[in-house]
Every structure is written in C-alpha cells, then in structure tokens.
C-alpha cells in the first residue's frame, strides 16, 4: 500500500491551491484519511481528518478556507486550499488508515508535497 500526494507549490498570499493524495495497492477499503502539515521548526499538526462518509474535522486555523473531499472509489483524498495565508506555508502529508486485502490494518503516509505561500 503506498499513498501518493500531490500538487504542493508556490502561490501568493490570498491564492489557492488543490491538493490530491491517491492510495494505490492491495487495498481492501481506506477507512479515515486526513491531512497533516509540518512547518519549518514545528511539529507535525493535523489539518483535517475525513472519515468514510465525509464527515471532516477541521484544525481552527483552517476552518473556512479549506475543503475535504475524498473519492472511495477511486481511494483519493483532495484538499482545496482557498485564501491562503504565508503562515499556511509546509509540506503537506496525507494519511490513511487502511485495510489491506488480507485483512490487515496500517496507518500509511504519503510522502509530503510543498505548499509555499508568499505574502
């Protein structure tokens, strides 16, 4: 099972920005996925967690400004970013919690894509 994130990149202040994470695999079902970021000198912090139905959690900060959607059939996971901040600014990993086609369960993450927002 792998997850794939994509469509990080450098927009001013105020601009917006998609993101997309595929999961790809032996995948049985993607149970909840979320987005996470992680600033220069900061922790990891989560952005959004989406179960299956799309009900979705937001971080305070982002509230407003950002949409989760996911495709179960597809096992792809976007986030439109809308009215960016600079303090938006940090790699974005999704991650999936998911049940493989031999019954196991994982946590898996993607590999991080750049989001860079300039005031």
């Known amino acids: 099972v792998q997850l794939q994130a994509f469509g990080g990149g450098l927009v001013q202040a105020g601009e917006s920005l998609t993101l997309s994470c595929v999961a790809s695999g032996t995948i049985a079902i993607v149970r909840d996925m979320g987005w996470y970021r992680q600033a220069p000198g900061q922790q990891r912090e989560r952005v959004v967690r989406?179960?299956?139905?799309?009900?979705?959690d937001y971080v305070d900060s982002v509230k407003g400004r950002f949409t989760v959607t996911r495709d179960n059939v597809r096992n792809t996971l976007y986030l439109q970013m809308n009215s960016l901040k600079p303090e938006d600014t940090a790699v974005y990993y999704c991650n999936g919690d998911v049940i493989d086609r031999r019954g196991r369960v994982g946590d898996y993450w993607g590999q991080g894509t750049l989001v860079t927002v300039s005031s």
């Open positions: 989406v179960d299956r139905g799309g009900v979705a």
